[in-house]
């Protein structure tokens, strides 16, 4: 973090902790630059920095794609997520007054997603 240079670096921190403190099972590494956070071995959330105009985070079940997505369901009842596949989605923040304002929905599908 402290060699980070985006627009949301304060947004990222925060979130970043906030993530690290809903379980104490998950784990955070280095992917791809970015903050990757999982839970029980398995990738779950990676934060994409390449944009600059917004904050965007992927939701996953791990680099590949897996055998059992077919009749994968997950239901984000905040309307946060844009699917990309079943299992795989990003949320984007366009502001800091964005994600302070979908913070707590965010927070709940993370905690949710961790465990998929």
Known sequence: MRDLHHPFKEVIGVLRSEILS???????????????????????????????????????????????????????????????APDRGTVSFTSADDAERKRGEFLRLVDRWMRV
């Open 22 to 84: 809903l379980d104490p099972g998950i784990t955070e590494q280095i992917k791809w630059k970015a903050p990757s956070f999982g839970f029980a071995g398995a990738d779950r959330v990676t934060l994409n920095l390449r944009p600059t105009d917004r904050l965007q985070i992927v939701l996953h079940r791990g680099a590949k794609t897996r055998d059992d997505v077919v009749g994968f369901q997950f239901v984000d009842e905040a309307g946060l997520v844009q699917w990309l």
